[in-house]
Structures are given as structure tokens and as C-alpha cells.
């Protein structure tokens, strides 16, 4: 089968798919049995699938961050006895994606709307004051410095990543926090910002579920389980703090904050915080 595109008549011309792209349609133009149909499907390929492929590797886990690297806290909760069995793990859970939510999402849905470097070098400002546990801000610093630099090298056809973080780098005044970082990219490459604050919702949950296996606090097949109930709780979340200006930024679970903070002092320890 052979191809024929028409632009439409207010062009008042006629147009074809050439080897070199969309070409005037003239006497001297190749005919239309020299028209490959891929060649068709490549040009008319869309932009919003290519977006989604982008969007689904920035949440695989294979994506090196270092996230499997933290447990929010979950560690030292186990320690401190604050968690005994999977209700209590699932309560944590929950508790650990509001106060996610409510500290976080404000942060991740402003960079997402303004991915610019003044408006990232204040959001990572006000977010590095707003974390005094020196064990979460830690973590925050080394997984979101880790995602800009795997970004800036695997989003190679966005090159405002690359300039950005030299840029950042350069200056030396930015810490390159895990929530600015994760709405910044995700603003570069076009994601909206209900998306990007679900995703961040989501790695959260993944994560901390993975590290609750690692302790052997549930099975595979458990937090797969685990997972998916807690899904629609993660969605209310979501529409309870998506959309909030960082003024709004707040700590729902104080006592979560005070465990994680004592994960340096744990005698012995699998995860970095």
C-alpha cells in the first residue's frame, strides 16, 4: 500500500511525505508510490506517547537515585518498637505518605510549574531550612542530587537539564533536595503537575514498601498486596495537598520525624536513614 497526504485546502496546496520531511507537492515531486507507509506513521508519531515513555522511566526503580537506599525511618521504627506486625506497618505507611503529602508536594508542585533556576535555587532554600532532621535532610540531598545528574545524562534531548545542574553546581549555594529536583524535572520534560505530584505520592509508597521486605516485614507477594490497598488512601492524599503553594508546606507526623532522627544512633543498621 502507497500513501497520499493532503494538507488541508486552506493552503491551498498540496503536500507529500518526503524522504527529508513534509515537501510542496509539485510536477517535479516524486510519485506517490515512492512513499513508505512508516515513513507516515514517523512523522505523525505523537509527542504525548514519547512524553509518557519519559515519565514511566523516571519512576522505574532501575533509575539508579539511591532510593532503595532509605527507609524513611521504617528501620529505626522496627527498632524502637513502634512497629510490630503489618497493621502496624500499614498504618506507618499511611502516615508516612501524609506527612509526605502535606511537607513535600507544595515543593514538588511549584518546581513542577516554574522548572526555572531562580525559582529552584529558592524552593531548595526554604525546603533545606524546613527539614531539621539532619538524617531526612541527608537522604533528600544525596537521592536528589543523584536524580539530576542521572537525568541530565539519560534526558540527553533536553539539554536545559544539563546547563541547569552545571550551572547549579557552580554556584555552590543549592543543595539539590529530592522534592525541588523531582518537580524541576518533571516540569522540564513537560509532565503536569498533577502527574508529578501523584508520581512523587507513588515512589514514596514503592520505596518505603520495598524497604519494609528488605526487613522482612512482609513478603513480595504482602506488599504487592500492601500496595495496592493502599492505593485509593494514596489517591486522598493526593487531592488533599496537590495544588499548594509552599506557604502552605506543613509536618503532619511529628513523631515520624523524631524516629527517623534517631536512625544514626541505631547500633546496627541496613538502610542509610
Same mark, same amino acid.
Request: charged share 15%; hydrophobic share 40%.
Given at each position: ?161 544539563? &546547563? ?22 518533571? /516540569? ?9 505530584? &501523584? ?22 507477594? /504482602? ?8 492505593? +485509593? ?10 495544588d499548594r503553594p509552599v506557604e502552605d508546606a506543613c509536618q ?8 527517623? /532522627? !534517631? +536512625? ?7 538502610? !542509610?536513614?
Open positions: 500500500m502507497h500513501w497520499r497526504v493532503e494538507i488541508p485546502t486552506q493552503w491551498n496546496s498540496h503536500w507529500f511525505i518526503g524522504v527529508s520531511g513534509l515537501q510542496p507537492y509539485s510536477a517535479n515531486s516524486p510519485m506517490e508510490s515512492e512513499i513508505e507507509p512508516n515513513k507516515v506513521n514517523g512523522v505523525l508519531a505523537s509527542s504525548e506517547n514519547i512524553l509518557q515513555w519519559s515519565q514511566w522511566q523516571l519512576l522505574d526503580s532501575i533509575l539508579p537515585t539511591g532510593g532503595f537506599a532509605h527507609s524513611f525511618g521504617l528501620e529505626a521504627a522496627i527498632q524502637a518498637r513502634v512497629i510490630s506486625g503489618p497493621e502496624d506497618l500499614k498504618t506507618y505507611v499511611i502516615h508516612v505518605l501524609e506527612n509526605t503529602g502535606s511537607l513535600l508536594l507544595p515543593f514538588v508542585y511549584t518546581a513542577t510549574m516554574l522548572p526555572n533556576m531562580e525559582t529552584y535555587s529558592k524552593l531548595d532554600k526554604v525546603l533545606n531550612a524546613t527539614l531539621t532532621n539532619e538524617v531526612s535532610r541527608k537522604a533528600s540531598i544525596s537521592q536528589g542530587s543523584a536524580l539530576l545528574r542521572i537525568a541530565a545524562s539519560v534526558f540527553s534531548e533536553v539539554p536545559s537539564l544539563k &546547563r541547569m545542574r552545571d550551572t547549579l553546581l557552580g554556584t555552590g549555594t543549592v543543595s539539590f533536595h529530592h522534592a525541588t529536583v523531582f518537580g524541576l524535572i518533571c /516540569g522540564v520534560l513537560g509532565i503536569g503537575s498533577g502527574t508529578s505530584q &501523584r508520581a512523587y505520592i507513588f515512589i514514596t509508597m514503592r520505596d518505603i514498601i520495598s524497604a519494609a521486605t528488605r526487613l522482612n516485614l512482609v513478603g513480595p507477594l /504482602g506488599a504487592a498486596v500492601l500496595q495496592h490497598q493502599i492505593a +485509593h488512601v494514596a489517591e486522598n492524599i493526593v487531592k488533599k495537598w496537590m503532619t507526623s511529628p513523631l515520624l520525624d523524631t524516629v527517623q /532522627g !534517631c +536512625h544514626s544512633y541505631l547500633f546496627s543498621r541496613l538502610f !542509610c536513614s
